[in-house]
Each structure stands twice: as structure tokens, then as C-alpha cells.
């Protein structure tokens, strides 16, 4: 492999002439011949993507006969799996990444290919001293890449994370931008331009939940905590009753220890955490976060490593637990022994129940999160079959931990007055009466309905279907005056 780097040339796009970084250029076999509908021919790898008529982008290897291109539609094409020949790839394209090949728009490596295997082989030398600046538009969930910058905000490495959005530079306005996205896709606009990691699949939230959420995020008033990976959006306020709800990883893998502060009244984040910590040390944070926020009650995820939390946080002694037998109000709840394990309980059912509640609550605008983190990690939970989940690579710890608080904040985790006063009203909504027309509320007992004078004397079987013309009995049904008194 070999990079040439261009200081001189543009290239055309289908904006006009833009930069480009450079050239790499690579022995590669598995190669795509493609024949378009024009005459023209491409001969790339299984990887080149091309922009389609629904301005998505389309792997060469998943065109078939017939698909139609933004520019042209492929005729034929096949498979020269013995040849390895030289392939040449444009870095870093300016204004989206698209550009002209054989008049046929294609989109260019902006990103180092295989750069998992790179970076394995990078890693030990660095280790040993010296620094990196890794620098790319992000390229989907999964892959080394998005594990580095998920690591890198929750200081599980040493990378720095820093966004750099289309207005941090001084001469991008909103006429800039309006004009150069204009004939972008929103999944292209959204990667390329607001540094989105944007998941293949079907996304467990719609794009609009999706914007709705992006559009509420920002920067948090305070960090703390271990690594300083607490972040803060509200301070306690006298008086409030808050949620604390978790989800508890074994502290040294991939996953992450996660935690939300609730506004049990509003629904609003107050505080989020995402961090690698052991369970028992995790549970001296939530008492610590617990006892800031009015004695918060405290609700983690009690599957497998929880288990230990839950455990821990009973032997504390802290006062405000939730447990599966509470009955009325859950935050003076006392369980009747003192060996029940507090915690929520994570199955199949109860999955799909708290995660409903979650999707309900975003969807009707009854949460409000701040979290850019939180915001990451919807935009890689997806559908597989009928079972939500995280895409490869990409993690839905904040997910869980937040659906559970919406759940016990939904009045769900208990029969409490807020619970039962929803209840009521539902059952009331759906019960039938027997009343008289006259008997109605509303003002409207003198209304009585209009009657079409010529039609006394008819039922309604006959009106609807008349037997002959004698039923007509020789009146004017022509006549409307009737409906004007």
C-alpha cells in the first residue's frame, strides 16, 4: 500500500470541484467488474460504494441487474476472484465525500481500510512512547474506530474526544450549510456534517425521536466523580423527589457501569454516569450520588454482577431502596424481610416492558435528556427480528439503566397513587351508559334532530332499499326545503 499526497489537484463532484487529501493505492484480489447501462465500466472493490437514486449509499457487492445509480444503471457485472489488481482511492474528498469516477458518482475511502488490523499493529509501538491524532468523519457503528471515541468519553483510554461540527469553522454559516447539504440524504447530512455514528439497521427509535433527542443535547454544567465520568445537568432542589436507577457491569470488560438521576416529577435528567468500575465499588457511588440527590431511591439492574450491587447497598443500609414486593408509595416502601435483595430483575418480559415505557416516554416528549452519550448509543440500538439490541460492537448500557427509570417513574414498579389515579381514569374513559337522548350533558337537550317531512311513514329498510316506485306514493323527494328550518 502507498499514499500519495495531493497539494494541487481537484477533483469533480457532483458540487462542483473539491479538495481531496490524496491517493492510496492497493494490491487488491476479489475485484467487482460492473458494465453500466451507458457502455462505461467499473472495475472496483466489493467495498466501493456508489450514490444510488434515493441519495444512499450502496456497496459494490450489493448491486444487482437493474439497480439503479444517481447517474446510471448497471447492466451487468461479475466477480474476477483470481485477479489481484492495483486500486486507487481518494482520502478525504471535501463537501460529502462523492465524487465522479467514469461519470458514475462514487464515494471515497474516507477512512483507512482494515484500520482494525492496523491499529493492532500500531498499538505496542505507541505503548512504548509517542502520541496519535486519529482525524474521520465517523463511518457507522462498529469497528475499532467507534470503540476508540466510545472508550475515549468514558476515559477507558487515553484519547482525547473532540467533535468538530460544520459551524466550528469561521466561515460555515447557516447559508453554507443549507447549501452545500441541499442534495444530501438526512443519513449522509447527519454523518458527514453533525459527526453522527449512523447504525445500518432498523434503529429501535424513529428518526424523528432520534432528531428530537440530538436536538435537546448539550454540554453538562459539571463533571465529576470517578474519571469524571459523572455528568451533571441539574443540582439537587430541596424538596424533589428523584429517581436513581442502574445497570452494573463486571467493571473490567466491554461493558459499562451506568446510572440516571430522574426527576420522578419530570421526567428530566439530572445526572448520568458511564464508567468501568467493580460492582461493589459501584455500589459506594450510587449511595454517594444517591444521598446528594434528597436520598434518591435507588433501583440497579440485579442480574448476574448486579447481584453484588444489590447486595451491598442492603448491607449499607441505605434507606431507599426498590424492591420487586413494593406496594404503594415505593420510596417509604420497607420490605417484610430483611434477607429480600433489592433491585430490579432483567428477563425476556420485563426487558421488553421496560423498553417500551422508554420508547413511549421519548416518543410523547414526557423525557428530557442532555446526553450526547445516550444519544450514541440509540443511534446503534436496533431491531434484530423482534428482539431490540445494541449493533456489533456498539453497547446499550445507558439504555437499560434509563428505561428502568422510566419505568419506575411511569408508576409501573408499584400500584402508587400515581399509578391508580392513571388507572381510574382509563377505566372511567371506557365505561358505557344508558342514558336517554334528552338525558346528554353538554347544553344540547333542546336539540332535537331534523326530520325530512315527506319521508313519515317509511322505515328504514325501505329508504335504503325501495321495493318499487309505488313506495314513492307520489311525493317530491326532490324537495329539500326541509333542511333548511
Request: charged letters at 25%; a negative charge.
Amino acid at each position: 500500500m502507498s499514499y500519495i499526497k495531493n497539494t494541487c489537484y481537484k477533483v469533480k463532484t457532483p458540487t462542483g470541484w473539491q479538495n481531496f487529501d490524496g491517493i492510496k493505492k492497493t494490491a487488491k484480489k476479489g475485484l467487482i467488474s460492473i458494465l453500466f447501462v451507458s457502455g462505461k465500466r467499473i472495475i472496483c472493490t466489493q467495498e466501493h460504494r456508489f450514490l444510488d437514486l434515493n441519495n444512499q449509499l450502496i456497496y459494490a457487492r450489493d448491486l444487482t441487474f437493474g439497480t439503479c445509480l444517481s447517474s446510471d444503471v448497471v447492466e451487468n457485472f461479475k466477480f474476477l476472484e483470481a485477479l489481484e489488481e492495483e486500486v486507487y482511492d481518494l482520502i478525504n474528498v471535501s463537501n460529502g465525500h462523492l465524487y465522479y469516477t467514469n461519470d458514475i458518482v462514487s464515494s471515497n475511502c474516507a477512512f483507512i481500510r482494515d484500520f482494525d488490523d492496523i491499529w493492532t499493529s500500531l498499538y505496542p509501538t505507541l505503548s512504548t512512547g509517542g502520541n496519535a491524532i486519529i482525524l474521520s468523519t465517523p463511518n457507522g457503528v462498529g469497528g475499532q474506530y467507534y470503540k476508540l471515541w466510545i472508550e475515549a468519553e468514558s476515559k477507558a483510554n487515553d484519547f482525547n474526544p473532540t467533535r468538530l461540527l460544520w459551524w466550528v469553522h469561521p466561515e460555515h454559516d447557516q447559508a453554507w450549510f443549507d447549501k452545500e447539504t441541499k442534495n444530501l440524504a438526512r443519513r449522509n447530512i447527519a454523518q458527514e456534517f453533525l459527526c453522527d455514528f449512523i447504525s445500518s439497521g432498523d434503529t429501535f427509535l424513529q428518526p424523528g425521536d432520534l432528531e428530537r433527542l440530538r436536538d435537546k443535547i448539550s454540554v453538562p454544567i459539571e463533571r465529576s466523580g470517578p474519571h469524571l465520568n459523572v455528568w451533571t445537568w441539574a443540582k439537587p432542589e430541596e424538596g424533589k423527589k428523584y429517581i436513581l436507577s442502574a445497570d452494573v457491569s463486571r467493571g473490567d470488560a466491554a461493558d459499562f457501569s451506568t446510572f440516571h438521576i430522574l426527576d420522578y416529577d419530570t421526567c428530566e435528567v439530572a445526572a448520568e454516569f458511564m464508567g468501568k468500575i467493580p460492582p461493589d465499588k459501584f455500589a459506594d457511588l450510587l449511595v454517594e450520588y444517591g444521598k446528594l440527590y434528597n436520598e434518591a431511591l435507588i433501583c440497579p439492574e440485579q442480574n448476574t454482577f448486579g447481584y453484588f450491587t444489590c447486595i451491598k447497598l442492603r448491607d449499607l443500609g441505605y434507606p431507599r431502596l426498590y424492591y420487586h414486593s413494593a406496594r404503594g408509595d415505593i420510596f417509604e416502601y420497607k420490605p417484610a424481610s430483611p434477607d429480600e435483595v433489592p433491585g430490579f430483575s432483567t428477563q425476556a418480559k420485563s426487558r421488553n416492558q421496560i423498553l417500551t415505557k422508554l420508547e413511549e416516554f421519548i416518543r410523547n416528549g414526557q423525557l428530557t435528556s442532555f446526553s450526547q452519550r445516550l444519544y450514541d448509543q440509540f443511534q446503534a440500538f436496533v431491531w434484530n427480528g423482534s428482539k431490540a439490541s445494541a449493533a456489533k460492537d456498539a453497547h446499550d448500557d445507558l439504555i437499560i439503566s434509563l428505561a428502568i427509570g422510566c419505568w419506575l417513574a411511569s408508576g409501573a414498579g408499584a400500584p402508587n397513587d400515581k399509578s391508580m389515579t392513571m388507572a381510574y381514569a382509563m377505566l372511567k374513559a371506557t365505561q358505557r351508559g344508558n342514558r336517554t337522548f334528552d338525558e346528554l350533558p353538554g347544553g344540547i337537550n333542546d336539540v332535537k334532530p331534523v326530520f325530512n317531512q315527506h319521508m313519515r311513514g317509511f322505515t328504514p329498510q325501505q329508504l335504503s332499499k325501495p321495493r318499487d316506485a309505488s313506495d314513492v306514493r307520489g311525493i317530491d323527494l326532490t324537495d329539500f326545503s326541509w333542511l333548511y328550518k
